[in-house]
């Protein structure tokens, strides 16, 4: 089982949609979950942390996290074209707060 | 945040030869993070530099392939060495400034070796 689960995609969702990522986890002690984008040959960028249980809103970002389901996902509310990327959730371990373990990335398209 | 200069951007290398990156952060920080990310995949933890002590590799890398050096509190290097083919790769640099709770990465190294 892989720590941290994606689904590697593509999601495609029309402009204006709302498009949902879903990320789950198999270390019960995570701490800190994050949403990172990444374009095509670029580096990541961070759009979302949370660590607490429930729901974090971030402009069209909404980051929600369950802690017993071990399930963290992200919803961008008014898709647009620019938001087409490979989106990548990572956790922090139980030992560490800052060593990251990512996902394979879900590769979102929306379409104009 | 962080501003981080990553250099170099990319570099295509000779099987054999060593490649050294360096990672520049505009502040001080106490740990530095090199990440592996190759063609189509996620991103790999391949150490963690600490200013003064020895790096700490994740489980598949070793310092004869991978050595690091962290000589301050805002620079951290990163060798590939001895490259083949499937050292092709992103590689990337990312710190954690601040309570440590976000992280940023550098603009990422972006090797072929042929």
């Known amino acids: 089982q892989k720590e941290v689960e994606q689904n590697s995609g593509p999601l495609s969702v029309p402009e204006g949609a709302i498009a949902s990522l879903n990320c789950t986890y198999s270390d019960r002690g995570s701490q800190s979950f994050f949403w990172y984008r990444q374009y095509s040959g670029k580096s990541p960028e961070l759009i979302m942390f949370?660590?607490?249980?429930g729901d974090k809103e971030d402009g069209r970002f909404t980051a929600q996290l369950n802690k017993a389901s071990q399930y963290v996902s992200l919803l961008i509310r008014d898709s647009q074209p620019s938001d087409s990327a490979t989106y990548l959730c990572?956790?922090?371990?139980?030992?560490?707060?800052?060593?990251?373990?990512f996902g394979t990335g879900t590769r979102l398209l929306v379409s104009p | 945040s962080a501003v981080i200069s990553q250099k170099p951007s990319r570099d295509i290398c000779q099987r054999g030869t060593s490649l050294t990156i360096q990672c520049q952060v505009d502040s001080q920080v106490t740990m530095m993070f090199w990440y592996r990310q190759q063609p189509g995949q996620s991103l790999t933890l391949i150490a963690t530099a600490n200013q003064g002590s020895e790096a700490t590799y994740e489980s598949g890398f070793v310092i004869d392939k991978f050595p690091i050096s962290r000589p301050n509190l805002t620079f951290s290097t990163l060798t590939v060495s001895n490259m083949s083919p499937e050292d092709s790769s992103i590689y990337l640099c990312?710190?954690?400034?601040?309570?440590?709770?976000?992280?940023?990465f550098g603009q990422g190294t972006r090797l072929t070796v042929v």
């Open positions: 990312s710190v954690t400034p601040g309570d440590g709770r976000e992280a940023f």
């Open positions: 990572a956790v922090t371990r139980n030992t560490g707060f800052q060593k990251l373990v």
């Open positions: 949370i660590y607490s249980n």
